[in-house]
């Protein structure tokens, strides 16, 4: 399955302004944003907290590298050209776990 693919199974992150990555001390290690260029990275991220009790764990990496289909490919060519699947690959080696904060959108205001 092509990423595209993947993203399409995914579920919604409309309701996210951002998610943040923190540390086992709280501190904030990346934010992923939902705008153009992040949105699937969202997504990706989103759906493997949601999978993985609000983390990623290395496991949870490990997949999200495959969930990411032809871009790890193409990461793994250019480091540093795509960040949250380079992330994945140093978690998904590693043995720490990291929380997911989300931060939800502003609601709409009420017409």
């Known amino acids: 399955m092509n990423f595209a693919e993947r993203l399409r199974q995914l579920p919604s992150v409309a309701h ?18 939902n705008r153009p260029g992040q949105a699937g990275s969202l997504a990706v991220y989103h759906a493997l907290a949601a999978a993985h009790g609000g983390l990623i764990t290395p496991q949870a ?3 999200g590298l495959d969930w990411y289909a032809e871009h790890t490919a193409d990461a793994l060519t250019h480091p540093g050209k795509h960040p949250n699947i380079d992330r994945l690959q140093s978690w998904a080696r590693g043995q720490a776990s990291y929380r997911v904060r989300l931060l939800p959108a502003p609601a709409s205001p009420e017409r």
């Open 61 to 63: 990496a490990a997949l």
């Open 16 to 33: 996210l302004t951002a998610l943040e990555l923190t540390d086992a001390t709280g501190a904030v290690v990346a934010t992923i944003e």
